[in-house]
């Protein structure tokens, strides 16, 4: 089974402050990462994946995210947030053990302010 | 191509009542699921579909019922309505049932159980 963590549920940054948000998965065979935003009252759009390849996967609006295998970890990261970047943000996860299904995270709230 | 639609955008039921979810896609695309989501659970699957005629359960199906007639659409089902169905209801597809693929969702369906 897998399974994927967010530590945090809430982080509070101020405009153009660089950004982090943590996420921990695990899982028992090869794993593939997304990070999806949704911003309020909307559905989920994908902001990047990790599939193979290159650790350091870039995705829109200047995120980019760092796969480590030995640390089981996929975080994201932004150098320069905008108010524009308030939204809520899932981790997931699928393995090749079946269908594309997903596991998210918790969520974590990106709260930007002035 | 509108993508992935759900209807209605918001609904409130009394306890009992059965209604239809309803999600469609123009896309051509396989694989469709149903997700729910909940203030700090993040989303949960309900069930899934590799294709017209085929179903399964995912993590938190008691209470839904899907079936697949068609590739376009794919209704879920509440019978017997609870409150503790009150929740968000995301519906979402792509193009196979690959592991790593995109999934694209929908704007979402907002269900209050009295």
């Known amino acids: 089974a897998q399974s994927v963590t967010q530590l945090d549920s809430q982080v509070p940054v101020f405009e153009e402050a660089p950004v982090e948000l943590r996420c921990n998965y695990s899982?028992?065979?090869?794993?593939?990462l997304f990070w999806y935003v949704q911003y309020p009252n909307q559905g989920l759009q994908l902001l990047l994946k990790y599939l193979s390849g290159s650790t350091l996967v870039k995705g829109i609006n200047g995120f980019e995210a760092e796969f480590n295998k030995s640390q089981t970890s996929f975080h994201l990261r932004k150098p320069s947030v905008h108010i524009s970047d308030t939204a809520e943000y899932f981790c997931a996860v699928s393995d090749d053990s079946g269908y594309s299904t997903l596991t998210f995270g918790k969520g974590t709230m990106l709260l930007v302010s002035p | 191509n509108a993508g992935v639609t759900q209807t209605p955008k918001f609904q409130v039921l009394k306890t009992g009542q059965s209604m239809t979810l309803q999600c469609a896609q123009d896309?051509?695309?396989?694989?469709m699921s149903w997700y729910r989501q909940d203030p700090g659970m993040g989303l949960r699957l309900i069930h899934y579909s590799v294709g017209a005629g085929i179903t399964d359960q995912g993590e938190v199906p008691n209470g839904y019922n899907v079936s697949r007639s068609t590739t376009e659409d794919f209704p879920l089902r509440l019978l017997s309505a609870a409150p503790s169905q009150t929740s968000v209801y995301f519906c979402?597809?792509?193009?196979?049932?690959?592991?790593?693929?995109?999934?694209?969702f929908g704007p979402g369906t907002r269900l209050l159980v009295l």
């Open positions: 896309m051509n695309h396989e694989y």
């Open positions: 899982s028992s065979v090869s794993v593939y």
């Open positions: 979402a597809s792509s193009l196979g049932g690959s592991f790593g693929e995109t999934q694209y």
